[in-house]
């Protein structure tokens, strides 16, 4: 419990420090620092994950070009695999980095874009808080590939925000490389032509429609047979069809899904139009978990946008928090992190200890 509870406190103390201007600018040797912070404490856990294994595996025979290509499944029979992790595999083994330093990296990058996004928003102390309990973070050991496609994902989210498409593309496809269901995502980038700002009044309600249509899901009212029979059509026989089984669900924490739905009522209050792109996002990511319920591994596309959702409520926060009515939703959320979500992490995590051991395979 004290590792957990010293990692939290720092990290608090690294994200204020962070904010701070020198000369007029802000430290970002400090946001580096705290990067580096988080990575390494990563790397440290990373024993812990129940698909660590397999990931080593695959670094340690991914010493040919044919194994960028093709990986060895648990039948030990050739399958076609997203090439990226492979292939930065493959290089590392040429220049003798262990699989610690592929790790490192990993989380070198994974972290980097998500503290990126965090000092985005006006609110990053709690934006921390909500990243460093979340499942982005604790999945980072286990759902590597995706967790990388994701992080392509922010940067962009971040392309469209701009208004280059183009870009958005290259970093989709870039994602696609480490996972496939990133592809899905590419129609978000035409989300920049349809006026989504002029129109705020009638996307909101269009949010608040899809996502109350989401919830009769979630309890059954309303069938997802036929979304079912649609991806198991797509996916057919490809190892990909093995994310539509219970098997391979990653989960999501009832309070976590609960408080997204909560929260969407204050998405939907918002009056800020430079928010619509986020908040089309964020009812995405409550859609896909209300789905999730009946079609479990559903949870995989939520991630996509409950990964930075918790960092977007934390801007919606900082704009409401002197708002007669939405101060207390506001309150009550600061509250819900400070005094329950981070306790309740580092309980939780207290037998996660760390293993130095790991920072013995840096070389081969």
């Not at 992790?85 to 990296?105: Q, T």
């Not at 996002?281 to 946008?305: D, H, K, Q």
Request: aromatic letters at 16%; hydrophobic letters at 50%.
């Amino acid at each position: 419990m004290f590792f957990w509870t010293l990692f939290y406190i720092t990290a608090l103390l690294l994200t204020i420090l962070g904010q701070k201007k020198v000369s007029g600018k802000s430290c970002k040797w400090i946001r580096i620092i705290l990067v580096v912070f988080i990575a390494f404490v990563s790397l440290l856990q990373s024993n812990n994950g129940s698909d660590i294994e397999g990931y080593r595996r695959r670094f340690e025979v991914s010493t040919s070009v044919s194994s960028i290509v093709f990986s060895l499944s648990v039948s030990e029979t050739k399958e076609l695999v997203e090439i990226g992790y492979n292939l930065v595999a493959f290089i590392l083994n040429k220049i003798h980095i262990g699989f610690s330093g592929m790790l490192l990296l990993t989380y070198l990058f994974l972290n980097g874009v998500f503290v990126h996004f965090i000092y985005k928003f006006k609110f990053p102390i709690l934006g921390i808080l909500a990243f460093l309990v979340s499942i982005t973070f604790f999945q980072q050991i286990n759902l590597q590939r995706q967790m990388i496609a994701i992080a392509f994902f922010f940067l962009g989210i971040e392309q469209i925000e701009k208004e280059r498409l183009v870009r958005f593309i290259i970093l989709i496809l870039l994602g696609v490389l480490f996972h496939f269901s990133v592809f899905f995502l590419l129609p978000i980038c035409f989300l920049r032509y349809l006026k989504i700002e002029e129109n705020f009044k009638i996307m909101k309600l269009l949010c608040g429609v899809i996502w109350f249509l989401s919830i009769f899901v979630s309890l059954g009212v309303i069938s997802a047979g036929g979304l079912l029979s649609g991806l198991s059509g797509i996916l057919g026989d490809t190892q990909y069809s093995e994310y539509l089984s219970v098997e391979n669900d990653v989960g999501m924490d009832t309070d976590v899904s609960i408080l997204f739905q909560l929260l969407m009522l204050l998405v939907l209050l918002s009056d800020n139009k430079q928010n619509c792109l986020y908040l089309i996002l964020y009812t995405l990511g409550c859609v896909f978990a209300n789905i999730s319920t009946a079609i479990p591994n559903m949870v995989r596309f939520a991630l996509y946008f409950t990964a930075f959702s918790p960092l977007f409520v934390a801007q919606l926060v900082s704009e409401n928090i002197n708002r007669k009515y939405l101060s207390i939703v506001s309150y009550a959320y600061c509250a819900y992190y400070f005094l329950y979500r981070v306790p309740v992490s580092i309980s939780s995590h207290s037998i996660m200890l760390p293993d130095y051991s790991v920072l013995n395979g840096f070389f081969q």
